[in-house]
Structures are given as structure tokens and as C-alpha cells.
């Protein structure tokens, strides 16, 4: 195959038409109010709380902040059993709140943590669990909340992967105490930088808001540790834009999917993605496990990127193999997390993804099984 001019990129943000965000910002320029809660910002957040169904939501400049002050905003002391397959941010978030993360191996269907693994790490410093709905597979939140309940446990869940999917019929803001959103730009729906937190108890929205704005509750009191984290109106704005045609970027996204599983089905060696029972997906991603296929997963990454294909090794290194976690968490003790990280890569995908182009990667891929 002679190599691509253009690039294909693991992911590529959907952008509204340029007009229509045009428009909406337009009004910025005449009130110049930018920032601090303003119209969009509000009518962002409700419109949120409709389309996720919870009463209870609080917009930040990204995600990553978003966990780390609900964290703080649930006082947590202790050891947080959490899972090392992960993006950077979910341990950092723990470990930034001067919390230790305690690694709880994944199920190998779903790369979500496993429910069997999670009594056996909780002792007398345990304060949460803190699991992860990867690539928009669910967790187990029946089970995970059972375990919490027993032992009077917060969960709080990255739902990062998760907007625009379903369990039941519900998002993922309806279980556990919290749930944290990323509106990344490479996520399926985006405010270009930007988060969510939602929870279930009414008294952390007065917390998450004075945590955001540097712990202030008013002119003259100043009651928490606080940071900046506070979404703008141009990112707002975006998020307005971009939920008007999220239903229509997921159908995009559910035709390139389909077209991936149509070119690489029945390969062996190969582990695709699976449907989750009483999940509605979200095709946030597509995760190729290469496992007795006839090139390793790094040599299908190099084969790719030789062609001008980026893919990504998503999540290697786990993040207990991160060097500035070095010596503090065996990676040995999950073991099925480690094999993964060493076998899974995600494919391009993205609304706008020519399906041409699906075909073009998966012919490389095809070519390294024979």
C-alpha cells in the first residue's frame, strides 16, 4: 500500500458548523462577560441535567479537576481502591488529594475493574472506590455498589469514556455518590476543555462551586482550599452547539464501528470490542486486543504509523507502572491489566472517520495476520 499523504489521526474533534458557533459567541463580544457563571454557562448545565438525567450537576474547566475537587469536596482520608487501567488523571486526582491509590485488577471482557477482585483490598483506611468505565463499557455498578454499601463506602466513578451511553436507560450520572465527565475536544461530545461533576446528595452543589472558585462563598468569606476551575463561556458555548447534533456524531461514529467489525471479524488473534448486556453505547472508541495474532501490538502500531495511521497503545503504561510511581505499586499484583496494556491498541475512530478509510486501516492490519 503506498503511504497517505494525509494523516489519519487516532481521533479528530466534531466541530459544529462554523456559523452556528459563530453566532453564539457573537453576544460575548457585546457583554464581555467571559467567565463566572455566565448565561451559557447556566443554560449549559441545565440542559446537561436533562440530557443525563440527574438533578444534581457542576461544570469545570476540565475533567480532570472535576474528580480531583469532588474528592476533596467528600473529605476522603485514607487508601482509594481504584484501577491502574486508566488515563493519568484518575490516580492523579487521588494521589493530589494526599490519598493512596490501592490497584484492583480489571475483568478481561471490558477492561472495567472486577467486582470479585475489590473486598479482599479493602481495610480500616479504605474511604472510597473509585472505578473506571472504559472505552464506554459500564462497570458493574450493581455489585460495585453492593460491595460500597456493606462496607459504608463513597464510589466515585471516571466516567471520562462514558457521555452519550446508557445502562438500563440511565447515564452513567445515575450511580454511585458521584460520577465525573470529561468534554475533552477527542471525546464524543466536547466544550472544547471541560468536565462535569455529577452527584446524588444536593449539598455538594454549594461545595463543588466555592471549591472551583478558589473556595470562596462570598465578597468577604473564603471557606475552602480552593483552585480555578471554572468553565468559560466560549467553551459553553461550544458544548450548546455540540448537543444539538450529538445524536447524529453518534450514528457516525456507529457506522465506523460497524465498519471495523465488518473487515475484522473472525481474524484470529484478534480480541474486538463486545456488547455489554443492557448497555446502549456511545462508540467512543474501538480497542483491538492483539493477542496470537501474527504481529505483536506494537508492530501493528509501527506498521500503521509507517503508513501514516496513528493509533494509540490506550492505556500502556498503566499508570502503576507510571516513573513517578516507580517502586510504589507492584504491577505484577493486577496482572490482567498489565497483559492488556501490553496488548491493546485503539483504533482511529471519529464522527467524520471515512469509512474508505476504515477499510485502508484495516488492509494493514490484515496484511500482518497472514
Keep these: 500500500m503506498k503511504k497517505r499523504e494525509t494523516p489519519i ?18 453576544p460575548l463580544w457585546d457583554s ?19 440530557y443525563l438525567g440527574t438533578e444534581n450537576l457542576v461544570l469545570f474547566v476540565n475533567g480532570h479537576m ?15 481502591i481504584t484501577t491502574p487501567f486508566t488515563f493519568a488523571s484518575t490516580t492523579h486526582a487521588i494521589v493530589r488529594n494526599g490519598l493512596t491509590p490501592v490497584f484492583c485488577d480489571i475483568e478481561p471482557d471490558h477492561y472495567t475493574m472486577d467486582p470479585d477482585r475489590i473486598e479482599a483490598l479493602i481495610t480500616e483506611k479504605t474511604s472510597a472506590i473509585l472505578p473506571v468505565h472504559v472505552y464506554g463499557n459500564f462497570c458493574d455498578v450493581d455489585r460495585i455498589q453492593a460491595i460500597a454499601d456493606r ?7 471516571d466516567a471520562a469514556h462514558t457521555f452519550g451511553a446508557r445502562y438500563r436507560g440511565k447515564s452513567a450520572a445515575a450511580y454511585g455518590d458521584a460520577s465525573m465527565f470529561s468534554f475533552h475536544a477527542t471525546k464524543v461530545f466536547h466544550t472544547i476543555e471541560g468536565g462535569a461533576a455529577a452527584f446524588s ?25 480552593g483552585g480555578n476551575a471554572k468553565m468559560n463561556e466560549f467553551q459553553a458555548a461550544m458544548g450548546l452547539c455540540n448537543l444539538r447534533h450529538l445524536e447524529e456524531e453518534l450514528d457516525k461514529r456507529r457506522r465506523v464501528t460497524e ?19 443492557d448497555v446502549t453505547p456511545n462508540y467512543a472508541y474501538f480497542p483491538v486486543v492483539f493477542d496470537g495474532f501474527g504481529a505483536s501490538r506494537n508492530q501493528v502500531w509501527e506498521a500503521l504509523a509507517a503508513q501514516n ?10 499508570t502503576s507502572q507510571f516513573q513517578c510511581y516507580e517502586g510504589q505499586f507492584p504491577a505484577a499484583d493486577t496482572p490482567v491489566a498489565l497483559y492488556m496494556g501490553d496488548r491493546v491498541l485503539t483504533l482511529p475512530l471519529y464522527a467524520d472517520l471515512a469509512l474508505e478509510d476504515v477499510d485502508d486501516i484495516c488492509a494493514v492490519i490484515r496484511g500482518l495476520g497472514v
Design 9 to 26: 489521526r487516532v481521533t479528530r474533534s466534531s466541530m459544529p458548523p462554523f456559523e452556528e458557533f459563530a453566532e453564539m459567541i457573537r
Design 201 to 225: 446528595q444536593t449539598w455538594m452543589d454549594h461545595r463543588l462551586n466555592c471549591l472551583k472558585n478558589y473556595g470562596i462563598v462570598d465578597q468577604e468569606h473564603v471557606v475552602w482550599v
Design 309 to 318: 495511521i496513528f493509533a494509540r497503545k490506550y492505556f500502556y503504561p498503566i
Design 66 to 80: 472535576a474528580l480531583e475537587m469532588v474528592i476533596q469536596a467528600l473529605e476522603l482520608k485514607g487508601e482509594v
Design 32 to 50: 464581555a462577560w467571559l467567565t463566572n457563571m455566565g448565561e451559557y454557562h447556566e443554560q449549559l448545565e441545565k440542559q446537561l441535567k436533562e
Design 151 to 157: 462496607h459504608g463506602l463513597k464510589v466515585i466513578y
Design 259 to 277: 465498519r471495523y467489525l465488518e473487515n475484522l471479524e473472525g481474524l484470529p488473534g484478534l480480541r474486538l470490542p463486545a456488547p455489554q448486556k
